[in-house]
């Protein structure tokens, strides 16, 4: 390494560091502006000229944009017509139906696994909670039950929603990886599918069946009359469970078919292109929104207008995290510009961590200090994207796995996340930490056994 490489190094260091401080300091300052002002302190300290770092700003807040923010909206507003059709409700109760008490947790995993690949952690939680709280309140009825009933079928719900929102596009995490490194959708999800199973299930109903009887979590009256499900008398004018289920996984099935297609189609075949179109994540996305619309809104006599102004009001709580990926590409982008990447290369070529592992320990560290998952994401893509470029034998999908793996570990206070389950389980802080953020910590370390387990396994063939 050169005494240049060192500085770049330590100029990135001290950013992230800087990062950390603003967001967790005293200061309490957003992520964006955070972000914005790390990237432009970037610029100054590499010796950019003023007008160079603007430049650098706003390309990389606008590629990212391009690539990542409309994809996630798109997907806040197709899980908003998933909840007011009561798709969700519905799949649940079909399960639930042929299942065995002793089995409700592992058909609740199932549920939120299937909730989860279009919809983010917090949006799919609000729309469980009224299915867990239902099926809590059976188990509490039964003597035979001990400990919290509410974290024997909560966990598992947490857990599956937590690995799909980390491992699997079109979530914004593995996208923004996926952007950066530039790689491929198709081989991504494929990877994530694998290594979201079995982390879901040591950390969902296995954990669950552990912890649970050492708990009594209760969440309070006036929460569980709100949220337990009502029956509807009307069972003729429900959403068929089948066509709910179609529309929840048609972006999925449709860049699954691509990812498919690209393994066994030769380049320049007719099919491969359509299928590459259609299943980009904007295109799939688009046609997943747009039929649920007229499926299980417009075909069944609802009013156009109230489903375009739900879909509006989808797109505000997702705000917030569109700007903060922007941020997070314009510190991707100055991080680069500058040749830092450059330097994090020579130091990969010395240092003891192969690449897979250094990606989930950056997202790790990053989000667990700035209780953002998606400046850990960032973070890491951006700082490994150089690397992912000079190594042609490093397998670029598996990498934006890992980034996404490690960006889950530990969602402690400093996380939305933590708070939306304290509070709607009536939760102690102690018990919050036993139950999400050791669930995610969980699905982090069992998603990166799964990576090297699959990196290896990849290296033989």
């Known amino acids: 390494m050169t005494p240049l490489d060192i500085d770049l ?8 560091l ?6 967790v300091s005293r200061l309490k300052m957003h992520p964006l502006l955070a972000l914005l002002v790390v990237s432009v302190g970037v610029g100054f300290a590499t010796g950019m000229e003023p007008e160079a770092i603007v430049s650098h700003v706003i390309t990389g807040a606008g590629k990212t944009l391009g690539a990542v ?3 996630i909206a798109l997907g806040a507003m197709l899980g908003k017509i998933l909840a007011d059709a009561g798709v969700t409700e519905q799949i649940a109760e079909v399960i639930l139906k042929r299942t065995s008490d002793r089995m409700i947790p592992w058909a609740m995993m199932m549920v939120a696994f299937v909730i989860g690949i279009p919809m983010f952690f917090e949006v799919g939680l609000v729309i469980m909670l009224p299915l867990i709280f239902s099926v809590a309140r059976k188990l509490e009825s039964q003597a035979r039950f001990k400990g919290s009933a509410y974290v024997y079928v909560g966990v598992p719900v947490i857990a599956a929603l ?3 929102h980390g491992m699997v596009p079109p979530h914004p995490g593995p996208l923004t990886a996926i952007a950066a ?3 491929s959708v198709g081989p991504t999800m494929l990877y994530g599918f694998l290594a979201a199973i079995p982390a879901m299930i040591l950390g969902g109903p296995l954990y669950g069946a552990f912890i649970s009887p050492r708990m009594s ?4 009256q006036v929460l569980l009359d709100q949220f337990t499900l009502a029956e509807k008398a009307d069972d003729q004018a429900r959403t068929s469970v089948w066509l709910g289920v179609l529309a929840a996984l048609l972006p999925a099935i449709l860049m699954l078919i691509h ?3 690209e393994m066994v189609l030769p380049k320049g075949n007719a099919f491969l292109h359509m299928a590459g179109f259609l299943g980009n994540p904007l295109i ?3 046609l997943g929104v747009l039929f649920a619309g007229a499926s299980l809104v417009l075909a069944r006599g609802g009013d156009a207008g109230h489903l375009r102004d739900s879909l509006g009001k989808s797109l505000k709580p997702i705000a917030s995290i569109i700007m903060i990926i922007a941020g997070g590409g314009a510190f991707q982008e100055l991080l680069t510009s500058a040749k830092v990447g450059d330097a994090i290369v020579h130091l990969t070529q010395q240092s003891a961590f192969p690449p897979l592992i250094l990606g989930w320990l950056i997202a790790m560290l990053l989000s667990v200090s700035t209780g953002s998952a998606t400046v850990g994401i960032v973070g890491a893509a951006g700082l490994l994207a150089p690397l992912a470029g000079a190594d042609p034998s490093l397998n670029l999908p598996l990498l934006a796995l890992s980034i996404g793996c490690g960006s889950l570990f530990f969602n402690y206070a400093n996380h939305a996340g933590f708070w939306m389950v304290k509070e709607s389980f009536g939760m102690t802080m102690g018990e919050a930490t036993k139950t999400i953020s050791v669930v995610q910590s969980i699905v982090a370390v069992v998603g990166l056994i799964v990576v090297l387990l699959l990196n290896a396994a990849v290296t033989v063939i």
Do not use: H, Y
Request: proline fraction near 3%; glycine fraction near 6%; hydrophobic fraction near 70%.
């Open 181 to 183: 490194l530039k790689t």
């Open 9 to 16: 190094l330590l100029t990135a260091l001290v950013s992230v």
């Open 217 to 220: 979590t209760r969440p309070d």
């Open 162 to 164: 937590a690995a799909m």
């Open 18 to 23: 800087v990062l950390v401080g603003l967001i």
């Open 69 to 71: 923010g409309v994809v």
């Open 284 to 286: 799939a996305m688009l």
């Open 259 to 261: 990812a498919v297609a």
